[in-house]
């Protein structure tokens, strides 16, 4: 097979995978979006109201998801990644920053990403909902059994999750294939009813709307806003696919199709204002009702699979930025590194969904709470991808301060619509959002005390190397591995081993793990080793923010010459227990929910996949 007709099916092939993964979420928002737009707000059923919700709808999927996301932000990957933590590395790395324009950036980024744990917490309850509230259109007796069924099929969910999604996911694609086809066909039908609707490609319809209703179509923009949620899961799964892939499958098929199937709403809207109750179910013929309920359940959990696996990817990112501490992360696949399943998220997720789905009961309230987050994200990644326009594309002050602006007034036109929502339930992914990062930014500032505590303790590991030479204690057979986080001083599990056991291996290993502002570190980088004295070793190993963090397949991978034999090496680690106190360092009850974070993490031998048997664990106290 020749080398172009290879490359075209694995395009192929990249594509018809993005389709099953990256476009589940905003595939699904014609699910609810314009029923919310005109029955949440009880706007009039005119044909001017019509062309220009359909109108501010279409603008928004070109300007904001395709010439913003898709055309412009996707160019913005770091090393071929994406996502809001990967545009912070990335500006990390471009611009020189001082010491407080590089906190408030930070602070940017990790705003965005709590921002994203609001967002998965509404999405997948929001989406399985309205897909099974479809029953209720052909059996009205069924709706009691609604809110039951869409717990079910949540829970389910989350229970297979340790299984991987590996075996489903092949079947990913081809379905939201079908699903996206049924939508472009029964909007075309639609549209042939009404076929007036399109006109509302010419945005004089959208600002005809804003001129005739004024303050009350900012309001209204809140729910519009429902039609783009998913957006940024276009720029942060660019890794997976590659930003060609995914471009030409949004140009190509799924834009299209959404703009038929909200188009077809609408002509359906005008022909039958009774229609509003269910306007996507009743698009589809009386007979199709029922496959059409099959159809978006499935479609709805592909998404709702999506936003989960996200999760664990942003969960495990911020783990390795030093940003919250090590979690219990389990790799569901042999072959693929990014497959990941971390239960401490996978549970907490699955409780808040429930809670949810009892506490809200529908998607129409669901939907007051919906968008904030994801607004809020899309103003954060405006201002982060505006210094990348700056820093590392260079186009001037001029024209990346146009650029910001012309995408900062839509973002934040779409953010003040939804912030009107916070009372009504708003407030949930606020509050989320705010937990989140009051927890990533305790974390960080804990780490950064305790490291201080531990340099101002330290010997410094030169002298203390040379003081060992010149009077050596017993020497034992094997390798001993000493992990710290501060290279320069001599590790306290080291000082502790000689106090009790009074004893130093043949070969010790002072190991240094650092994480580099890039989503891989290459191989050939990975592992760098600095030989101190006759015996004794300084070992740094590098990952990415996204790298699968195995410590003794690094280990015996070295190229450096010397031979790690796992059954004859053992690692050292000192656990500190971490006491509050008045005084310097964080508030008190900072401190005390740092400590309690510390005291639930994981143990490092299961997140450096270190074997059990080979670990010795050291304690020692330590006040903040």
């Given amino acids: 097979m020749n080398e172009p007709h290879q490359a075209h099916r694995n395009t192929r092939a990249l594509a018809l995978g993005a389709l099953g993964v990256v476009f589940g979420d905003i595939g699904t928002s014609p699910l609810y979006t314009m029923k919310e737009v005109f029955g949440g707000h009880h706007l009039m059923l005119s044909p001017d109201n019509v062309l220009g919700i359909l109108s501010l709808i279409f603008w928004e999927l070109i300007l904001v998801v395709s010439v913003k996301y898709v055309l412009i932000m996707m160019r913005a990957d770091n090393k071929g990644e994406g996502g809001i933590l990967a545009l912070l590395a990335l500006v990390q790395g471009q611009a020189p920053l001082a010491s407080r324009s590089r906190l408030l950036l930070m602070s940017l980024g990790f705003l965005g990403a709590s ?6 917490l509404i999405t997948p309850a929001i989406s399985v909902l309205s897909a099974v509230e479809g029953l209720q259109i052909g059996a009205p007796a069924l709706h009691p059994f609604i809110e039951p069924l869409a717990l079910g099929i949540l829970v389910g969910l989350f229970v297979i999750q340790r299984q991987g999604t590996a075996a489903i996911g092949t079947l990913f694609g081809p379905l939201m294939l079908i699903w996206f086809g049924v939508l472009g066909l029964l909007g075309a039908l639609g549209i042939a009813r009404h076929p007036q609707v399109i006109e509302a490609v010419l945005p004089i319809h959208a600002l005809h709307f804003f001129a005739s209703h004024g303050t009350a179509s900012l309001l209204i923009l809140g729910a519009v806003v429902l039609a ?3 957006a940024e899961a276009l720029y942060a799964d660019m890794g997976h696919f590659g930003r060609r892939p995914i471009q030409r499958v949004w140009f190509a098929y799924v834009l299209p199709t959404l703009v038929l199937n909200y188009f077809g709403q609408g002509a359906l809207l005008l022909a039958e204002p009774g229609a509003l109750r269910n306007p996507f179910y ?5 007979w199709a009702l029922y496959p059409m309920i099959g159809l978006a359940t499935a479609a709805t959990v592909i998404a ?8 664990f990817s942003v969960t495990r990112q911020v783990i390795q930025m030093g940003y919250a501490p090590r979690l219990v992360i389990r790799h569901t696949s042999a072959t693929e590194a990014g497959q990941i399943y971390i239960p401490f998220v996978n549970w907490t997720l699955a409780t808040g969904i429930a809670l949810l789905v009892l506490g809200f009961r529908n998607s129409g309230n669901l939907a007051a709470a919906y968008g904030i987050a994801v607004t809020g994200t899309f103003v954060i990644s ?7 326009m700056r820093v590392r594309w260079d186009l001037g002050p001029t024209l990346t301060l146009a650029g910001v602006a012309a995408f900062l007034v839509i973002d934040l036109a779409f953010f003040g619509a939804n912030a009107a929502k916070i009372p009504d339930g708003g407030w949930l992914p606020l509050l989320v959002a705010l937990v989140v990062f009051t927890l990533l930014v305790t974390w960080k500032r804990g780490r950064e005390i305790v490291l201080q505590r531990l340099q101002e303790n330290a010997q410094p590991l030169a002298p203390f190397v040379e003081m060992l030479l010149a009077y050596p204690p017993l020497r034992v057979p094997g390798t001993a591995v000493f992990m710290t986080a501060d290279a320069r001083g001599a590790p306290s599990a080291l000082l502790h081993n000689l106090k009790h056991n009074k004893v130093l291996h043949e070969r010790v290993v002072i190991l240094n793990v650092r ?3 890039v989503p891989f570190v290459p191989p050939e980088r990975r592992l760098e080793m600095t030989r101190l004295a006759e015996g004794f070793y300084h070992v740094v190993i590098r990952y990415g923010f996204m790298d699968d963090v195995d410590i003794p397949r690094a280990l015996a991978e070295c190229p450096c010459g010397m031979q790690f034999e796992l059954m004859d090496t053992t690692f050292f680690f000192s656990r500190e227990n971490v006491i509050p106190t008045r005084g310097e360092g964080m508030m008190l009850w900072r401190e005390h929910l740092f400590a309690t974070m510390a005291r639930n993490a994981a143990s490092p031998m ?3 996949r270190i074997p059990a048997n080979r670990v010795v664990e050291l304690g020692a106290q330590l006040e903040i």
């Fill in 115 to 120: 921002f994203f744990f609001g967002d998965s």
């Fill in 515 to 517: 994480y580099a502002e």
């Fill in 304 to 311: 709702s699979q999506a936003v989960i696996s996200g999760a």
């Fill in 228 to 230: 783009i949620t998913g």
């Fill in 282 to 286: 009743l698009l589809a013929p009386g």
């Fill in 382 to 388: 405006t201002l982060l991808v505006g210094m990348v």
């Fill in 606 to 608: 299961t997140f450096f």
